[in-house]
T-cell receptor
């Protein structure tokens, strides 16, 4: 079972370059999320999509855009990368969103360095 | 004030001991509480969820919730070296955003 698949696993960018992080899940989940993880900061929510066709900002959306391409795929785009965006990025999904949110399934992460 | 606070550790316990991990949250209306475990270089995985006051046990793990004190804890009995990891507390608050807010994590080291 593939679960949540993220690509690429590693990426090095120069300041000002753009890139898209891809995420796909094969569990028929409705809700998908992008988090970033920095040392000592825990996981911080960038954007999320409660269901196909909707996206909403999280805690730290500045400098990012997202697209919920279909139910399976949720991409994260950096239009003009900055060194402050150096981080580990995790995509996650869950069957539904609600007060008793079900188990969040995470991808394996993308280590991004912006020089 | 951060929404979810955890002591970063490391918390060091000997093998076989009880490890006690603590978490406080600021949103009094928070409804759902989770503990995730993250091994170094890996993605987080859910180990416990708790929604009502009191204790919830699952094997060697017990989650405790006290909404009046805005406090969640995780007890790990008979700690094993394989329990050495970072434990992330996560909360769903009473806001329009129905997504997990994570604490910064507590690193646990179990000494053989």
């Amino acid at each position: 079972n593939a679960g949540v698949t993220q690509t690429p696993k590693f990426q090095v960018l120069k300041t000002g370059q753009s890139m898209t992080l891809q995420c796909a899940q094969d569990m028929n989940h409705n809700s998908m999320y992008w988090y970033r993880q920095d040392p000592g900061m825990g996981l911080r929510l960038i954007y999320y999509s409660a269901s196909e066709g909707t996206t909403d900002k999280g805690e730290v959306p500045n400098g990012y855009n997202v697209s919920r391409l279909n139910k399976r795929e949720f991409s994260l785009r950096l239009e003009s990368a900055a060194p402050s965006q150096t981080s580990v990025y995790f995509c996650a999904s869950t069957r539904r969103q609600g007060p008793t949110n079900e188990k969040l399934f995470f991808g394996s992460g993308t280590q991004l360095s912006v020089l | 004030q951060k929404e979810v606070e955890q002591n970063s550790g490391p918390l060091s316990v000997p093998e076989g001991a009880i490890a006690s991990l603590n978490c406080t949250y600021s949103d009094r209306g928070s409804q759902s509480f989770f503990w995730y475990r993250q091994y170094s270089g890996k993605s987080p995985e859910l180990i416990m969820s708790i929604y009502s006051n009191g204790d919830k046990e699952d094997g060697r793990f017990t989650a405790q919730l006290n909404k009046a004190s805005q406090y969640v804890s995780l007890l790990i009995r008979d700690s094993q070296p394989s329990d050495s990891a970072t434990y992330l507390c996560a909360v769903i608050g009473d806001t329009g955003r129905r997504a997990l807010t994570f604490g910064s994590g507590t690193r646990l080291q179990v000494q053989p």
